[in-house]
């Protein structure tokens, strides 16, 4: 009889676990539930409060707006010709945002979706495409070139070097069409979004950042900084190295002149390469406070995969 009675109704772990999933409500509600629980699992993440969040994001936008377009947003936010009252009205118009969230208005999706298609800098991205097909190509063939036909190195030099010259221009021009790509995406969807009042602390709904760092340039800086740092220790090893033959072998074979230019050279470049490392991650940093801060808050509308939202996923960009 108990057993009868336990495989007719199901009890434990198992059983509740099988009524808790019929009473879901099926997958539509499974989804909502899990984009709702990325959702949480991102807000308890995050260690700052909605005022605080709010108030941070409306510093970093306030700064990234021209002043034309602060300017076209400050009479949404009664706010013309005053800059603290600007950030101020614009940091509770994200704060009600945070807390609440933001359901979608009228045509948002597809005006925004236009508004991306349009600000998509097709010809700089051709550029960028070229310039990297074009460096891959200088450096395969200088790679081939030096492997093939083995020569001294005054010769190797004479035939390499046009081809490295060519690889860095090109990667320049990569470099100078991403990023000239991104500002101009940026500004657009930007303009966008001042048209449209409450727009900035709703956030832009867009299906790829609007700040991130392109390869070129992020190859590009880290190969200009490489070959400073490398220039600058070379710089200071050889001045010291000749300053020590000369103060061993007291003929002043080159001077004291020499061998203090490259010690100084060699000093300040590295104090070059220390400062701009620093620069450098305080753009990171910028980027993504302003990714942050232009977020928009309606979640789930470009998830095919709704998990994949969450912490730690993969982001399409």
Partial sequence: ?????????????????????????????????RRQTARLRAEAASDAQPRDRAAADATVLAAWLSPGQR??????????????????????????????????????????????DAARQTGLRVLEGVAVTALLLLVVLAAVTTLRDPAPPTELAVRVGPLLAGAVLALVVAAVAASLAVHRRSRAMLDWAVARPGQLGRGVPVRHPLQRASAPTELAISLGLGALLVASVLSVFVGAALLLVDL??????????????????????????VALGALRSRRTELLLRRGQAIEWRAEGWFDEDPAAREPGGDEAV
């Fill in 248 to 273: 061993l072998l007291r003929k002043g074979l080159l001077g004291l002149a020499p061998t203090l230019t490259l010690l100084v050279a060699g000093a300040v470049g590295l104090v070059v390469v």
């Fill in 71 to 116: 300017e076209r947003y400050a009479p949404s936010l009664r706010a013309v010709g005053d800059l603290d009252a600007f950030v101020s009205r614009l940091a509770e118009e994200r704060r009600v945002v945070l807390e609440e969230g933001a359901e979608p208005v009228g045509d948002e999706i597809g005006s925004a979706a236009q508004a991306e």
């Fill in 1 to 33: 009889m108990s057993g009868t009675t336990g495989s007719t109704h199901p009890t434990g772990p198992t059983g509740s676990a099988r009524h808790l999933r019929h009473a879901a409500g099926g997958p539509e509600l499974g989804a909502a539930m």
